[in-house]
C-alpha cells in the first residue's frame, strides 16, 4: 500500500516501519489500543458549539466563528481535511467579518483527540496563516500532543484508504 501521499516528507526508517505495520495487519489495532473511542460530535451545529469552545479557552481575544461544518472532502482545497477562511465585507457604511472553518466529514467517524487536532490547526491559522515555527507552538500550546496526532491522524487515514473503519458499527 503505497503511503507517499501522507508520509512524503518523513523519514525512511519510519515509512518502514509503517509499512510493516500495514503489512502486519495491526494498523487497526495499534490505532484502537491509542484512541479506543469515537468522538461524539456528529452534527454541523454539535462542531460549531466544539469549535467556539476551543477558540474562547484558548483564544480569546479573536471573534466568534461565523460557521462551522462538516463537508465532503473533495469540497476542501486541494484535499485538505480542513480550511479556515476570512472574509471581509463593507455592507452599508460597516465592515463586517466572518470566519469560517469546514471540516471533511471523514472526521466524522475519528477518534475526539483527531478532530481536536484539525480544529485546533484551523484555529491557529487566526493568527499565523503559514505554517511556521509559531503557527506549531500556538497548535502546541492548545494540543500538547499535537504532532503525535497528526501523525496517527496520517495513519488514521491510510487506514480508511484501504477500506477499514476504526470503530465497528453496532
Do not use: W
Amino acid at each position: 500500500m503505497p503511503i507517499e501521499k501522507y508520509f512524503r516528507h518523513y523519514p525512511e526508517h519510519l515509512k518502514q516501519q509503517i509499512q510493516d505495520l500495514i503489512a502486519s495487519g495491526n494498523l487497526r489495532s495499534y490505532l484502537l489500543n491509542k484512541y479506543p473511542h469515537p468522538h461524539e460530535i456528529n452534527s454541523d451545529k454539535l462542531l460549531y458549539k466544539y469549535a467556539n469552545e476551543l477558540k474562547d479557552k484558548y483564544m480569546r481575544n479573536v471573534p466568534q466563528l461565523s460557521k462551522v461544518i462538516y463537508e465532503k472532502q473533495k469540497d476542501l482545497v486541494n484535499d485538505a481535511l480542513g480550511t479556515h477562511t476570512y472574509i471581509s465585507r463593507n455592507h452599508g457604511g460597516k465592515l463586517k467579518k466572518k470566519h469560517e472553518m469546514r471540516i471533511s466529514r471523514t472526521l466524522k467517524d475519528a477518534p475526539r483527540e483527531m478532530l481536536e487536532m484539525l480544529v485546533v490547526h484551523e484555529l491557529a491559522h487566526f493568527k499565523e496563516k503559514d505554517h511556521n515555527k509559531a503557527f506549531y507552538k500556538l497548535c502546541e500550546y492548545m494540543q500538547p500532543n499535537y504532532h503525535q496526532v497528526e501523525f496517527d491522524l496520517r495513519l488514521y487515514l491510510v487506514l480508511l484508504d484501504q477500506g477499514m473503519t476504526l470503530y465497528s458499527r453496532d
